[in-house]
């Protein structure tokens, strides 16, 4: 994607007549640096030398729209293939350990979030990440959005990232979210204790065809699982995690109480309290489970 960044750049600034060092200085960039871009070496273009190169060279958006793939180029094999999937993916199921997934972000506690990095290397890195996090969000808009669904162990919760406003801005992002038809969240208290997936995070997404795969990770490391026999026993432990969580309803209502500073006194409801409002949510659905916002679980379809 790099060299044929590079190619386009190098095709348009030849259409429009200017040399490397005119280009670069339209760019506010060196000459070399504009070599290298078009040879697709050394570091690669920024978002925001992009977005100059492409009003310089009148590429109507061009040059913009191929940057994302560029910058994916510095990630894992198997992140980008991570995220294509996610792309094509009808519905998404995420457990989040320890901060709350990127789709829900708001941009200031994912700021929060990214700077604390080890591999960070500057404030213009940052703000690439930032771009490009908040970029996938628009996955969540379209009409062909996916459903997603996310388990947030209470420790995503009680974290104040990015101190006190940030996280209430995120709280209440996240309760304007479950609103939304496409979107439950459920909350894993700590009073569940040990579980499957405690090593890190986990995202399942699932393809058109009905197909999963999965992808763990944590702090320093990830790993995406195709193999179907593999995937099925991640699935299975998601499933559980489901199960052990508070329901969507409850869920929303501890939100509020961490947003009131009031959880600490507060009791998570016991195992019997939450069975009592999860049959009443079946029968009030026919028998079918509900989210908090009203939509309906999607079902799994039988693997093989």
Not at 175 to 186: G, K, M, N, P, Y
Not at 219 to 248: M, T
Not at 268 to 277: I, N
Not at 282 to 290: D, E, Y
């Amino acid at each position: 994607m790099a060299a044929l960044f590079g190619a386009r750049v190098r095709r348009l600034r030849t259409a429009a007549g200017l040399t490397q060092a005119e280009l670069g200085a339209r760019t506010r960039v060196v000459a070399t640096r504009i070599t290298q871009i078009e040879r697709a070496s050394g570091a690669k273009p920024t978002r925001e030398l992009a977005r100059a190169l492409d009003a310089a060279l009148g590429a109507d958006g061009l040059l913009v729209d191929l940057w994302p793939y560029v910058y994916r180029e510095a990630f894992p094999d198997w992140s980008r293939k991570f995220m294509a999937y996610s792309e094509r993916a009808v519905s998404i199921g995420e457990y989040a350990a320890h901060v709350v997934p990127g789709l829900l972000q708001t941009e200031e506690y994912a700021r929060a979030v990214l700077r604390v990095g080890l591999t960070l290397s500057s404030e213009e890195q940052l703000e690439e990440r930032l771009s490009a996090r908040m970029g996938r969000q628009g996955r969540l808009v379209p009409d062909d959005k996916p459903a997603l669904w996310v388990v947030l162990d209470e420790a995503a919760l009680r974290r104040p990232v990015g101190g006190r406003a940030v996280m209430r801005e995120q709280l209440t992002r996240l309760l304007d979210a479950a609103s939304e038809r496409h979107i439950t969240v459920q909350v894993l208290p700590f009073e569940q204790g040990e579980h499957d997936v405690m090593g890190g995070s986990l995202t399942i997404p699932t393809l058109p065809d009905g197909s999963d795969v999965a992808c763990t990770e944590g702090a320093h490391h990830g790993r995406l699982v195709e193999d179907p026999d593999e995937v099925r026993n991640f699935a299975l432990a998601y499933d559980r995690l489901r199960a052990a969580a508070l329901p969507p309803l409850m869920s929303l209502d501890v939100i509020r109480s961490v947003m009131e500073d009031s959880h600490r006194g507060a009791n998570v409801p016991s195992r019997s309290e939450r069975r009592r409002v999860a049959q009443e949510q079946l029968q009030q659905s026919g028998g079918r489970q509900l989210r908090g916002g009203g939509g309906r679980i999607p079902r799994r379809r039988p693997r093989p």
